[in-house]
Structures are given as C-alpha cells and as structure tokens.
C-alpha cells in the first residue's frame, strides 16, 4: 500500500516518460506504476469499493432508502418470523438481550439487508419511501400513530397475508399479530419501505 502511494506520488513529481522508465527499473514501484497508468487504481487503493457503493452504503442511505430488493425483503420477512417469542425488553436490539420495536426493527434490516435504521419509531416516520396500503408488501414497514398528524409510536414489519411482527410492550415477546385486530385497526397506521 504505501509503494503504491509513493509510486503515486512519484509519478505525479516528473514526467510520464522519465517516472515509467526510472519506476520499471526498480521493482515492485515499476509495477505499481504501471497498474496506474493503465487504469487498475482501485485495485491498489486502501478504500473497499463495497463500503462506499451501492444504495444503502451512509452516504447514499438516505438519498435512496427506498430501494430495498424484493430478494431482500423476502431475507428480512423470514428473519422477522423467526424472531417470534423473543422477549421485550425497552432498549434491547439483539435477540440475545430482548427487543423494543425499533430495535427489532434495526436488528433485522441490518442482519438481513445491511440496511441501517434510524433507531427511534419518531425518526421512522421520515426514513424510506411512504406507501399506499394497496403497494404494501413483505418487509415493508408499518408504523401506528393515536392520531393522523400524529407521531408514531409503534413500528413493526409487515409479513404479508395482512399480518405484522412487532415487539409489543413490557413483559410481552416479539408476536405476529393482524393489521385487522381490535386495537391496531383503531391507529392511525402509515407504510414505508426502506
């Protein structure tokens, strides 16, 4: 690696003619040199091309949070169902120690997807792209409000058939429950999908 820079750095000091020539003289920098010149930088360079690309890297996160793959929702949909009986705990975000509703939610989009959530079911409510109940579809998320203006309190992933796994309160575990059920179908609720 730090051949590489100083073959960098070397062949921006002088000439193209006189860098290749003395740089092909001695070795390993002749080499690297010439990995420059004929367009192989990356291969040389200490940034991983995989943690700074591609829709879910930090930077792009936020620009395009909608676009989780089918093939992604359907991993996140599995690992949600799987996760049924952990217990609650306020906080938790690890199957080990229990889940809140947003750490169940972080837990599995980050496990599954490599997608990393806001933590709080407020910042939910602006992450991703918002849905109509008719585009909904595995591995998207449901969030639940008192009131239509108001902030969410509640999150949970859907898992199709009109179902949701969530981490529900105190002394409860993560359960499946129906978006029709007496209690949830009184909320406000709103769709996103990461």
């Not at 020539?21 to 001695?26: G, L, N, Q, T, Y």
């Not at 690309?53 to 996160?61: L, V």
């Not at 947003?102 to 990393?116: D, F, P, R």
Request: aromatic share 8%; charged share 15%; hydrophobic share 35%.
């Amino acid at each position: 690696m730090t051949r590489c820079r100083s073959c960098i750095e070397s062949a921006m000091a002088s000439s193209f003619a006189s860098s290749f020539a003395s740089s092909f003289h001695s070795g390993i920098t002749g080499l690297c040199l010439g990995l420059v010149l004929f367009g192989a930088l990356p291969g040389c360079s200490s940034v991983s091309l995989s943690s700074t690309s591609g829709p879910h890297s930090a930077g792009a996160a936020h620009e395009h949070a909608f676009l989780l793959q089918p093939e992604q929702a359907q991993d996140v949909t599995i690992r949600a169902l799987g996760l049924v009986g952990t217990p609650y705990r306020f906080g938790g975000n690890t199957p080990e120690s229990g889940f809140d509703c947003s750490g169940l939610i972080a837990y599995v989009y980050q496990t599954q997807a490599g997608v990393k959530t806001p933590r709080t079911v407020a910042q939910l409510q602006s992450w991703g792209q918002s849905i109509a109940p008719t585009d909904l579809r595995s591995g998207d998320l449901v969030l639940f409000s008192k009131n239509p203006s108001g902030v969410p309190h509640h999150a949970g992933i859907y898992v199709g058939k009109g179902r949701f796994v969530h981490a529900p309160s105190t002394g409860g575990d993560v359960r499946l429950d129906p978006l029709e059920g007496k209690y949830w179908a009184s909320m406000n609720v709103v769709f996103r999908r990461p």
